[in-house]
Nanobody, 122 residues
Framework: QVQLVESGGGLVQTGGSLRLSCAAS????????MGWFRQAPGKERDFVAA????????YYADSVKGRFTISRDNAKNTVYLQMNSLKPEDTAVYYC???????????????WGQGTQVTVSS
């Protein structure tokens, strides 16, 4: 069993920054990858970014490239999402997920956190 807890969301103005954290506990494996997703009201949950635990290789959705940075702290079993130059369209509930990355895609699992709300005001 894996537990994922997100934190760090909040209300910020356009152009501002936030740093999200995802702490993993339980039967965790520092292997595979971790992903961040987001879901806006009435929309599907979309991939945002992923990072592999071992090599720290990173992958981003085109909509956040150059603005968001994903990182991890293996000793703390924690993954971060630094979000800069935030836009109103970044408003969503952000979730982390434990999965794997291969064949050019992030493959998620059923392990999700409870989500953290990010609201960007214009």
């Amino acid at each position: 069993q894996v537990q994922l807890v997100e934190s760090g969301g909040g209300l910020v103005q356009t152009g501002g920054s936030l740093r999200l954290s995802c702490a993993a506990s339980g039967r965790t494996f520092v292997s595979g990858a971790m992903g961040w997703f987001r879901q806006a009201p009435g929309k599907e949950r979309d991939f945002v970014a992923a990072i592999t635990w071992s090599a720290g290789s990173t992958y981003y959705a085109d909509s956040v490239k150059g603005r968001f940075t994903i990182s991890r702290d293996n000793a703390k079993n924690t993954v971060y999402l630094q979000m800069n130059s935030l836009k109103p369209e970044d408003t969503a509930v952000y979730y982390c997920n434990k999965g794997t990355y291969y064949s050019g895609y992030y493959h998620g699992s059923d392990y999700w956190g409870q989500g953290t709300q990010v609201t960007v005001s214009s």
